[in-house]
């Protein structure tokens, strides 16, 4: 059985949306693909949920589709909380700005580029083409600042075509956080609390074994002696 190209898990007013899978115009189960259309169907058969978990690992693709995505989340009456759990690149940057709160694992990286296609035909064609994927790559920018970004900051990042950490995008306001993947606290925890009651057992005088026994000090040498060893 293919895997879905997303998966909705709803419980009561809470809801865990899952997209690991290119962004695209057109999708289905087999190709393990989301389109915003797909997506915001299944939005609007949960217009009750309060809370969105919105869990991210994908290289984007089509930008619209992006943006669509981004839109019925952010008009959502639900309180959206976008992970990066994976990659986050391209056009999936915009599912994940449209989260109130955007948590980034310490095993995840986020990869920025501005709007691209390809295109032929003669000179004034490709003009064209490169002025209108300027204009795309201006417009999304509107996510950014949406998210607090100042815009020429955001067009600098779009535009650097660059992989970034974790701690990198807290710095840029892009995560509001960051997430430790496993993190053994709690383990931790009860090892520390296995050893305060270690500690605070009486234990009877245990002699150390003979190698941890501190050595006697050398006796101390005359003059003469040390001249007569040299």
């Given at each position: 059985?293919?895997?879905?190209?997303?998966?909705?898990?709803?419980?009561g007013?809470?809801?865990?949306?899952?997209?690991?899978?290119d962004?695209?115009r057109?999708?289905?189960?087999?190709s393990q693909?989301?389109?915003g259309?797909?997506?915001v169907?299944?939005?609007?058969?949960?217009?009750d949920?309060?809370?969105?978990?919105?869990?991210?690992?994908?290289?984007?693709?089509?930008v619209?589709e992006?943006?669509?995505i981004?839109?019925?989340?952010?008009?959502?009456?639900?309180?959206v909380?976008?992970?990066?759990d994976?990659?986050?690149?391209?056009?999936?940057?915009y599912?994940?700005l449209?989260?109130?709160?955007?948590?980034?694992?310490?095993v995840?990286?986020?990869y920025?580029?501005?709007?691209?296609?390809?295109?032929a035909?003669?000179?004034?064609?490709?003009?064209s083409a490169?002025?209108a994927?300027?204009?795309?790559?201006?417009?999304?920018?509107g996510?950014f600042?949406?998210?607090?970004?100042?815009?020429q900051?955001?067009?600098?990042?779009?535009?650097?075509?660059?992989?970034?950490?974790?701690?990198?995008?807290?710095?840029?306001?892009?995560?509001t956080?960051?997430r430790?993947?496993?993190?053994?606290?709690?383990?931790s925890?009860?090892?520390?609390?296995?050893?305060?009651?270690?500690?605070?057992?009486?234990?009877?005088?245990?002699?150390?074994?003979?190698?941890?026994?501190?050595?006697?000090?050398?006796?101390?040498l005359?003059l003469?002696?040390m001249?007569?060893?040299?």
């Amino acid at each position: 059985m293919p895997k879905p190209y997303f998966d909705i898990q709803q419980f009561g007013e809470h809801t865990d949306i899952y997209i690991f899978g290119d962004i695209t115009r057109y999708a289905d189960e087999a190709s393990q693909e989301t389109s915003g259309h797909s997506l915001v169907q299944q939005l609007k058969k949960i217009p009750d949920a309060a809370e969105i978990n919105l869990h991210i690992d994908s290289f984007g693709g089509n930008v619209s589709e992006g943006w669509a995505i981004y839109n019925a989340l952010k008009d959502s009456r639900a309180r959206v909380t976008s992970y990066a759990d994976g990659f986050v690149a391209s056009a999936a940057i915009y599912p994940f700005l449209a989260g109130q709160e955007r948590i980034a694992s310490n095993v995840s990286a986020f990869y920025f580029h501005p709007a691209s296609q390809l295109a032929a035909g003669y000179a004034e064609d490709l003009r064209s083409a490169a002025d209108a994927l300027d204009q795309l790559t201006e417009i999304g920018l509107g996510a950014f600042t949406n998210a607090g970004m100042e815009e020429q900051a955001a067009r600098d990042l779009v535009n650097s075509k660059a992989w970034y950490s974790p701690a990198a995008m807290l710095e840029k306001g892009i995560a509001t956080s960051i997430r430790k993947t496993g993190d053994a606290s709690g383990v931790s925890q009860s090892v520390r609390g296995l050893i305060v009651q270690q500690l605070m057992v009486p234990h009877k005088d245990v002699e150390p074994p003979a190698e941890l026994q501190p050595e006697e000090p050398p006796a101390k040498l005359s003059l003469m002696q040390m001249l007569c060893n040299i």
